[in-house]
């Protein structure tokens, strides 16, 4: 006798059709409908093209600035020279700067950040609710508010118009840390963390051996953030440094301050030079990137 035959009419197996037409429903909703398509396209379009429109203008004369070009043209070359040649910009020597202070501020956040979320996450101390509660508030308060306490220290420190002003506040964030702990905790299991106690590991061989390859993925998104924002920071580094040391922001606002009219196409072409670094990064951590930003997102 079959197994079809033994079973009740209610519980009988459903034939391979049926079971394949229960799982539709379910299944169309993880595919993309033509308005997703449609969305995605128009969020490429309006964040390509004003890369796109700087590299245009970039190569044509002043004119095409007031106008709609349709093609690039073919002044490039002697636009950048012209805006490298600026000596007042110091361009190469903010290219460099913004070089240092953004992968000393992305290597340091990264470090202490998920250090101190695996401590948050999965070590028990005295006082860690509260502590990461005054991590939290950190975030609420508005960058602003602290510029004029914050300057007041670097002129204490004697601090002014170097690179340290620009890095050393900024070597801890509070993002990092609240990112990080969020995913130690669900990405580090208890059971592991303890396997590697009875093996003889000590807290910072966890940390380094056990704990930072499980939140690669993470820390590779919170490098991009981070060097993203720290390159493209233009008010403290325009408050604190002096034209003897700039950043790329702080040359392109020179570049944009002319003594008589501003030279849109060199402010462009800088604008597109100093957008270059970013792609590269980009491009180089791209997989990683969306790897770690895929894997939290199926992490339960």
């Known amino acids: ?3 079809a035959q033994t079973l009740p009419r209610s519980v009988a197996p459903l034939p391979p059709t049926q079971r394949r037409r229960r799982r539709t429903p379910g299944a169309r909703l993880w595919q993309a409908s033509p308005l997703t398509y449609l969305a995605l396209i128009i969020g490429c379009v309006l964040s390509i093209f004003p890369i796109i429109w700087s590299f245009i203008i970039a190569s044509r004369d002043n004119s095409a600035v007031y106008e709609m070009p349709s093609t690039p043209g073919d002044q490039l070359f002697t636009n950048l020279d012209r805006m490298l040649a600026n000596e007042d910009a110091a361009f190469v020597y903010g290219l460099v700067n913004s070089a240092v202070v953004s992968s000393v501020v992305t290597i340091s956040v990264i470090f202490f950040s998920s250090l101190a979320g695996f401590a948050f996450a999965k070590l028990r101390f005295r006082g860690s ?3 990461l509660l005054v991590i939290i508030l950190t975030m609420m308060v ?3 508010l602290g510029v004029i306490p914050l300057y007041l220290m670097m002129v204490d420190l004697g601090w002014t118009g170097t690179l340290q002003a620009v890095i050393v506040p900024f070597l801890v964030q509070g993002f990092g840390v609240f990112m990080m702990r969020q995913y130690a905790m669900s990405a580090i299991s208890d059971e592991l963390i303890e396997a590697a106690r009875l093996d003889g590991c ?3 061989r966890i940390y380094w051996n056990v704990v930072l390859p499980v939140l690669r993925p993470a ?10 924002q720290t390159w493209n ?6 408050i604190v440094l002096t034209p003897d040391t700039p ?3 702080y040359s392109l606002k020179i570049l944009s301050s002319g003594p008589y009219q501003t030279d849109y196409v060199a402010l462009f072409a800088g604008t597109a030079l100093a957008t270059l670094p970013l792609l590269v990064v980009f491009i180089i951590f791209g997989r990683q990137i969306i790897g770690g930003i895929m894997e939290g997102a199926v992490k339960s």
């Open 1 to 3: 006798m079959s197994t």
């Open 202 to 204: 000590s807290t910072w």
């Open 247 to 249: 950043t790329v922001q």
């Open 129 to 131: 609710n509260a502590l």
């Open 142 to 144: 508005p960058t602003q």
């Open 233 to 238: 920071e233009f008010l403290w580094p325009f």
């Open 219 to 228: 820390a590779a998104v919170l490098g991009l953030l981070t060097f993203m």
